[in-house]
């Protein structure tokens, strides 16, 4: 900074000598000198290419020039001469992101030790005491040269030496920020009346033409650099107001920025110029919400005032019924997406406007709360967002600790939008990335180095981001609590409408729950006020937020009395926001958490959502189990225990914390351990010491299993002898009956219909009678099952004779036979065709459509039939390593691999997704609706996105899977 002072003064002195003379006779206008230098490299080249044009940096008081006149009471008296006021244009905020909204300027840090006092920073750092005298940057004479200048180029350097003295002012003066934006849109008014002349002038005639100041211009807060928003209103010559109103542009581009009327109707497709009556018919008919909100911001800044008068009081009731339309919802929505969508990856985090906990963010906010209560509060009808966070904080739609959060939070990103767009006089809202280029405008700004700046940054950003999310929801807290009438800040009809803007279906309903849940004084409904403001926009987030604000009623309800909840709640980090969005995206949850509430602390940590592994079950189940006497309260404990596991699973995968695969492993290991625990349970109830295995098939034997997935088991005993065979059935009976007894757990279901003979078969056969069995009448769909045999509980020894015995059926040492392929295909060709269940939608069915889980397993399954006993790898339970060994070994082109690889991982997250959304089990992918929008909020960031374009996609995955398939299958290209 030091470096580019002493270059840029060595420049000024070798063009204009007489700048450097007087800057070192006037303390005062040294500081000024140096503060335009040290800030905008772009200022101090045009001071050396414009000698003299330094004489504006001069104080008021040694100016000499219209100093006598320069008090506000004076500006604005000129302003009244010329034109109304004007909203700042495109230039900076005053004052150090440190300062304040009254201006007050805190304690900044002192210079670096190889920084000369007057460099910009050492300005920055002076308080109001120390020379701001508080009178206006551009007084009256200013803005009449700007006003009254004869053409563009005249208009130009008029404008430039006004910008320099709002300029040096905001580097040197108070630091107050509607000061500067206002001084900066009194600058942007005056330039668009000194371009109306000139293009009144140049395009002459008699018509009427009115310019309406829109966006930060019609608010009064300008930045340095930006384009000038404004509508033209016109009576008479429509066809000269239109070429007078595009002279005045160009003139404006000229001299000082773009003039964007672009907000007007039917944007830049639009006519340049309409009559009110052309407006109102638009707005009345075809304007979005977006559009009413800009005109929040609407302004009569010069010209025919009585015509812009005018059309403002026509518009301005439109403004304030916008909210009404049945579609404001999705308007106000869409916009906020369109807004996220303009950034492109990756530069969120630098941007102070558009990122995260950015200026949009603020602003975005206050004109929605304005848009909403402005209806019945004419108190709100303002239009910058500081005025704005005012009036809500007065009006008690805002907590004056979060209207001041948001209001330093403004101060600041808009001061380093200031200082970011002085450096090059370059319209920007991205801080840098380099260390070098943040260094210079942490200096500029007051700060030591750019850790304490980027410390600052993510404080603001930080605030901005949570009350941004909070502000909805504040003020219906206000409205409705059982509190005195006299007390109420918000009327019941106006806590209904945001309800309405929120997404709520019930807002009648809603405000029921959030009554019940806040009215009193008790402690609980103080604490449950502070929750409910950020869990009602966590519920809004979710296609069905009146059930998740419904079942958050519940829990509390539930547990309200329980000291530790709502403490919990308040003070357990990442719990109360986690409740919120799972109670509103999951029935699965809910009902697993209604069954079990305490089950809530696993919310607080991420590292309680891991899923616990096998032998780490296995041992907490034994233990459960030890602690009780009879069978029945055993088994209690550790069907209680699953439901923890699968609460703990669904949170985890809720919450994006596994994916799919790592899913179906935890719950297969959690059915594993139940079931172990089980048969030691019910082997306790009986004198044999049986040797007992639980074989698991399916799903769970490829450690594959879905939310709903039954437990598919074969029974496997050692020994042949009668009082052998009954001592295993009545050890497998106690244990089904024990599982399967009525409780408020989740069922489990045993299923053994893979058994030999099926459901003619007996429950339970001994390792000969197996031997026996698949040496003699096995069918190729049986060895196909046996392709997922795994011991999963019981005797590891049975379990590893009877897989010896799989693999002879499973494994075969000639391969898959002629006849065999010929029944096997024969068989898929019936699954594909008569299995499907009636009334289902065959190609978004995920287990047997085209393309589904049915085609993708079977595909596999063929492979490992035909090649398992020449490939080693084959011989796994696993659908997707069996189908990498494949690829591997050239079974597969890579091509069909994908292809079947990412549909079953598509249609595996469906199908659970599905269960999670609904709570019940379900293999069909719904197309459109509720269903599918609840669907894809069960499955996180995969589900974020078009709906359509999500169902288009899965169909296309599901098309190349099902060709690959058949290629595989039935030899078809």
Known sequence: MRDLI??????????????????????????????VLAASETLGDRLVASPGLWKALRPNNSDGDGSDASGPAGLRQALADGSPQQPAAAHGLSGSPRTPANGTAKTRPAPADDEPESSSSAGLRQSPADGASGSPAVGPADLEQVRTSADAAELRAAYCRALLRITADDLTGDGELARVTGELSDLADATLTGALRIAEAEVPGDTSLAV?????????????????????????????????????????????WEVDAGLRP?????????????????????????????????????????????????????????????????????????????????????????GSGGLRDIEFAVQLLQLVHGRGDAKLRVRSTLDGLRALTDGGYLARADGEALTDAYCFLRTVEHRLQLQKLRRTHRVPDDDDDTYWLARVLGFRDVEEFRTEWRKHAAAARKLHEKLFYRPLLDAVAEIPADGLRLAPSAARARLEVLGFADPDGALRHISALTSGISRTAAIQRTLLPVLLGEFARAPEPDRGLLSYRKVSEKLGGSPWYLRLLRDGGPIALRLARLLATSRYFTDLLTRDPAALRLLAEDNDLRPRDAEVLRGGMAAAAARHDSPEAAIAAVRAMRRRELLRIACADLLGHIEVGQVGVALSDLT???????????????????????????????RENSYASDADVLFVFDGDTPERAAAAASV???????????????PLNVDVSLRPEGRQGPVTRSLSAYRRYYSRWSRVWE??????????????????????????????????????????????????????????????????????????EWSVQLLQLTHGHAVPALRTTSTLAALSAAETAGLVDAKDAVALRESWLAASGIRDALTLARGTASDQLPRHGPELAAMLAAMGPAGDGDAGEFVDEYLRQARRAHTAAEHIFFGQE
């Open 783 to 856: 060895a196909q099952a046996l392709l997922r045999a795994r011991y999963c509980a019981g005797d590891p020894k049975v379990a590893a004779e009877f897989l010896a015995i799989a693999d002879a059926e499973r494994y075969p040492a000639a391969g898959l036979s002629a006849e065999s392929l010929v029944e096997l295909r024969r068989i898929k060709a019936r699954v594909d065709t008569e299995r499907l269940p009636r009334g289902a939608d065959r190609p978004t069915h995920v287990k047997l459509g085209p393309g589904g889980l049915t085609d993708v």
């Open 672 to 702: 594993d351990a139940v079931l172990h625990t089980a048969l030691t349970i019910a082997k306790s109830t009986v004198d044999d010491d049986v040797r007992l295995a639980l074989i698991g098939m399916g799903r769970l034997g490829g």
């Open 266 to 354: 039917e944007g830049r497709n639009g006519a340049l110029v309409r009559t009110v009556d052309s407006y109102l018919a638009y707005y009345r008919r075809w304007a979005h919400t977006w559009e009413f909100q800009a005109l929040l911001k609407a302004r009569p800044v010069t010209g025919d005032l009585e015509l812009a008068e005018r059309w403002l009081a026509e518009v301005e009731p439109l403004i304030w019924s916008a909210v009404d339309k049945p579609n404001a919802v999705d308007d106000i929505r869409a916009m906020r997406r369109r807004v996220v969508a303009t950034l492109p990856p990756g530069a969120a985090e630098y941007q102070i406007k558009l």
């Open 212 to 256: 309406i100041a829109m966006g930060k211009t019609g608010a009064r807060e300008l930045n340095y650099v930006s384009d000038v928003d404004v509508l033209f209103v016109a009576e008479g010559d429509l066809d000269l107001a239109a070429r007078r109103a595009a002279r005045l542009m160009s003139i404006c581009q000229q001299a000082a």
């Open 6 to 35: 002493a270059r840029q003064l060595a420049r000024l002195r070798e063009a204009d000598p007489e700048a450097v003379a007087a800057s070192s006779a006037n303390i005062e206008l040294h500081r000024r000198l140096t503060a």
């Open 732 to 746: 497998v009976e106690t244990m089904r009956r024990l599982l399967s007894a009525p409780a408020h757990e989740p």
